[in-house]
């Protein structure tokens, strides 16, 4: 047996623009029911999830990609926990909490982590998937009778619950607060900890600027201070990578460690998996179809919980939740695919401002290759992609190419009201639908459903992906991507590294990226540049280096050591500290054991 789950996207439902394609050829209205009728208050199509037998008719006939149609398991049914309305997103079951434990939360975009937050913080009542008439907690209460969580519930409906969150959206701290870092810490440092986590975090020369004057990474730290400094039951942080160097997800981490290590119950979405693996003692994986159901899977040791995700199949629930398995290549070098022809050459560089300076050996750039730079940030690895797209120019040393070059920077923007199809085809140089460009980029990106949205109304990940998608549509030999992985799940981040390499190397094109996510590094390049020096004062970029060998370099100046999984081939980061860390250590072997 089953249940119907009917979704709508409002803002591609689209009925002025369409022939109501999906009213039209529904099989059931055709037998004179009423299962998808135009809903005259709002415009848009409704479905009655009751009648829908599932066909999927109006889901493939539906010009704008607004209708998603899906069969679950009849069970479920008792497990809603929440359902936003009529042909909305709806969760089944939640995911439980540990006292002393971090529990990382692991799942796409779109696929409920933030409602989990919002009831387990206390801040959505959960209607168990009755919106029309909501229940009171004694209702609520009754549902979860018997289950560890009823406790927690307990205290929320009397009000007894602190809980203390960090948004994903950081910048949003200098909308809601007009005032120095320093006043942030004074007004919410309920422990008495702030020193200490401005000392763990290096926030010491952020502390007397106002919010609006800060980088990304300095305000996602303070942050997770500021979460972290609340006296709280329960502590929830959204994505405390974002903007933050390796350096400083590490201190990052341990913050967040600490709170579990005091009693505290902790929580953490994060797609970089390196960290999540370093901080995690267990796993909950969310699977469904996003924007549309999400459900919460049992939990899991955070080795098996990231393995079981990659794989796309749980064996508790026997349920495949993806068509193919993550699988990551145990070979350590891909010269087979790299030619020796090389699309561009740069000399010694140097470029000074006010108060930095950067140094950049000579190096080269070949064809069907993906050169991966890594460092900490305000090292100018930025500055170094703008000089060799041509968008910068050095004060010493002269780059004669004459190879084409397309960049896409870290920050963007969404300011501008344009659908975005116009866009990708602007970057194209022409029409893209039924083109092979869009069958080999954009299709696998899923950007295509993104057409008729307008470029503001994106999300973080949605935007990353057009601007990689505008990227690559350019008929260019280099692509510069500058932090490709900011605010794309795990699955996209995969999705998105194997594109760009298969792309160049199809192509004999070339790829430039700097990112802070250290698998994504490991899984694209084929040689990396290390940039060293003191942040915010003076940087050097290494000459290109084989990926082994410029690997073994970075994690050696981060103390880390990786390891491959015996079951998925993944990278691994060792436990500080722990036998194969001392062992890997002692032997110069920082990148993997042999």
């Not at 998608?469 to 995969?494: H, N, T, W």
Request: hydrophobic share 35%; glycine share 8%; net charge neutral.
């Amino acid at each position: 047996m089953t249940h119907r789950v009917a979704v709508l996207d409002k803002e591609n439902c689209q009925t002025k623009k369409c022939g109501l394609e999906c009213i039209k050829y529904c099989p059931v209205n055709k037998m004179g029911s009423e299962c998808i009728v135009l809903n005259e208050e709002t415009a848009k199509a409704q479905i009655d999830e009751n009648i829908c037998n599932g066909c999927g008719i109006c889901v493939k006939v539906c010009p704008f990609d607004a209708i998603t149609i899906v069969n679950l398991a009849e069970e479920l049914k008792s497990d809603k926990i929440h359902q936003y309305g009529q042909n909305a997103f709806r969760l089944y079951k939640i995911p439980s909490l540990k006292k002393g434990q971090v529990m990382g939360l692991l799942g796409r975009n779109g696929i409920g982590k933030s409602t989990v937050v919002g009831i387990l913080s206390g801040n959505l009542r959960p209607n168990l998937g009755d919106f029309a008439s909501p229940p009171e907690w004694s209702q609520i209460l009754k549902h979860f009778q018997g289950t560890e969580l009823k406790p927690h519930f307990e205290k929320i409906a009397n009000n007894e619950l602190k809980a203390s969150i960090k948004p994903q959206q950081v910048y949003n701290l200098a909308k809601v607060f007009d005032g120095t870092a320093k006043e942030l810490f004074e007004k919410y440092d309920e422990r008495g900890k702030a020193k200490e986590l401005v000392q763990q975090l290096g926030l010491q020369n952020s502390l007397e600027n106002r919010l609006t004057d800060l980088s990304g990474g300095e305000l996602q730290r303070i942050a997770v201070a500021v979460t972290a400094s609340r006296e709280s039951d329960f502590y929830f942080f959204d994505e405390p990578s974002s903007y933050n160097d390796v350096f400083q997800r590490i201190g990052v981490a341990r913050v967040i460690q600490d709170l579990a290590k005091i009693g505290k119950s902790v929580m953490v979405v994060e797609h970089d998996l390196t960290l999540l693996d370093y901080l995690s003692d267990f796993i909950e994986i969310l699977y469904g179809e996003p924007a549309a159901y999400g459900i919460v899977a049992s939990m899991l040791s955070t080795k098996v919980g990231i393995n079981v995700f990659l794989d796309g199949y749980l064996p508790n629930e026997n349920v495949r939740f993806r068509d193919i398995a993550f699988k990551f290549d145990a070979v350590n070098t891909i010269e087979e695919f790299v030619t020796i022809e090389d699309i561009m050459t740069y000399p010694n560089l140097e470029k000074k401002f006010t108060n930095f300076s950067l140094s950049i050996e000579a190096g080269r750039v070949r064809k069907r290759e993906v050169l991966g730079i890594v460092g900490a940030n305000a090292l100018g690895k930025t500055t170094m992609m703008k000089m060799i797209a041509g968008v910068e120019k050095p004060d010493s040393g002269n780059i004669e190419s004459k190879v084409k070059i397309a960049y896409k920077p870290q920050y963007l923007t969404n300011d501008y009201d344009v659908d975005v199809i116009t866009l990708l085809e602007k970057a194209h140089g022409g029409t893209i639908e039924e083109t092979p460009e869009e069958e080999i980029i954009v299709n696998p990106m899923k950007i295509k459903k993104l057409y008729n949205k307008s470029i503001k109304n994106l999300s973080g990940g949605e935007l990353q992906k057009v601007a990689i998608g505008a990227c690559l549509l350019q008929k260019v030999d280099i692509y510069a991507l500058d932090e490709p992985s900011a605010f794309l799940d795990v699955e996209d981040r995969i999705a998105v590294a194997k594109l760009i390499q298969r792309y160049v190397r199809s192509y004999g094109k070339s790829a430039i990226i700097v990112d802070h996510d250290i698998q994504l590094m490991d899984l694209i390049s084929d040689s990396i540049v290390i940039f060293h020096g003191t942040p915010g004062r003076e940087g050097h970029a290494t000459t290109p280096k084989p990926k082994v060998e410029g690997m073994n370099e970075f994690l050696k100046s981060l103390e880390m050591t990786y390891r491959r999984d015996e079951t998925s081939m993944r990278p691994r980061v060792n436990k500080l500290e722990s036998r194969l860390d001392r062992e890997q250590k002692q032997s110069g072997k920082f990148y993997y054991r042999n």
